[in-house]
């Protein structure tokens, strides 16, 4: 089975700038998570998504992060304009879950963003 | 807020050590517990997971995790490492459905 795909894997910016990561989850998935994990951190959720709608966006700074999943598949983190403390691990990450308890999520490999 | 808290930031063993990483949380209700790892180099791992039942829980490579519900703890432990277990260790939890509360990790390192 394949895992969670992402590319880039890395990504140079400079502040200001706007960038967009990819991620195709684990064929069959329905629920879909982006995490930002800054160094010397865990992880953080930033969206997450069943099938092509949004279930929590609440920690997404709004104002210059979107994110998109149009047909309940692959989807697109896009930040713009960057600032310097974007810098940082974007995950993704899968899971099967339709509400049901013994959901586990799958993660992908991360772009490492640095915004110079 | 839910918050995860784990113990140790940075741990250092000798082969055939054994190896108890704490993890806290703090989180009403019914949770799922995780406990993932990342090799340097690869991306997160799932090592065990705890939903429902038994509370003494096994993984992979010989991990194995308790959950003492009366702690809000859930330590993971190995009796013996070996140096491939050098890694960064993540202790999460959620609720059913929803995103993983992640700890800070804590960086193994094991010398031969």
């Known amino acids: 089975e394949a895992g969670v795909a992402q590319s880039p894997r890395y990504k140079i910016i400079e502040k200001r700038q706007s960038v967009a990561f990819w991620c195709n989850p684990i064929?069959?998935?329905?629920?879909l998570y982006w995490y930002q994990q800054i160094l010397g951190q865990g992880p953080k959720l930033l969206i997450q998504?069943?099938?092509?709608?949004?279930?929590?966006d609440s920690q997404l700074p709004k104002d210059r992060f979107s994110a998109e999943r149009l047909k309940g598949v692959d989807s697109t983190l896009k930040i713009q304009p960057a600032k310097l403390e974007d810098s940082a691990v974007y995950l993704c990450a899968s899971s099967d879950s339709l509400g049901f308890s013994t959901d586990t999520q799958y993660f992908g490999p991360g772009t490492r963003l640095t915004v110079l | 807020a839910q918050s995860v808290s784990q113990h140790n930031h940075h741990v250092i063993l000798s082969e055939a050590a054994s190896l108890e990483l704490g993890c806290n949380y703090s989180y009403g209700g019914t949770v799922n517990l995780f406990w993932y790892v990342q090799y340097p180099g690869q991306h997160l791992q799932l090592l065990l997971k705890?939903?429902?039942?038994?509370?003494l829980v096994k993984g992979i490579k010989g991990f194995e995790a308790e959950f003492i519900k009366s702690k809000f703890s859930f330590n993971l432990r190995k009796p013996s490492v070996q140096w491939s277990d050098t890694a960064e260790y993540f202790c999460?939890?959620?609720?059913?459905?929803?995103?993983?509360?992640f700890g800070k990790g804590t960086t193994l390192s094991v010398s031969s």
């Open positions: 998504f069943q099938n092509n709608g949004v279930v929590d």
């Open positions: 064929s069959g998935h329905a629920t």
């Open positions: 999460a939890v959620n609720q059913a459905g929803t995103a993983l509360i």
């Open positions: 705890y939903f429902s039942g038994d509370p």
